[in-house]
């Protein structure tokens, strides 16, 4: 397989852990999860590094395209992510 390839897998895993993290987050609301809450509740084992990564790292992407509020140590859905939660189950 080559870097493309190996590129897109990663992109693809990341992506699937971004919606299993936003998907959580939603699913809980209105409880304030913190991080390390989500970290505990998707990550599996405490000594699995690259799966506590991979929730930060979704965690840090989902802030940014404005789907979760980051503040401090908290992980909040945004307004725009609990609405189209909403308009995706009609």
């Known amino acids: 397989m080559g ?3 190996g590129r897109w897998l990663e992109e693809a895993s990341d992506l699937a ?3 299993a993290v936003l998907q959580h987050a939603l699913e809980v609301h209105p409880v304030i999860l ?6 505990r509740e998707l990550g599996g084992r405490e000594d699995a590094f690259a799966e506590r990564d991979a929730i930060d790292r979704a965690v840090r992407d989902l802030g940014g395209a404005g789907l979760l509020h980051t ?3 908290f992980a909040i859905p945004t307004r725009a992510a609990l609405l189209f939660s909403e308009l995706r189950t009609m």
Not at 34 to 39: D, F, P, R
């Open 34 to 39: 913190t991080k390390a809450e989500l970290l």
């Open 3 to 5: 870097r493309s390839g």
């Open 17 to 19: 852990t971004q919606a």
């Open 71 to 73: 503040h401090s140590d």
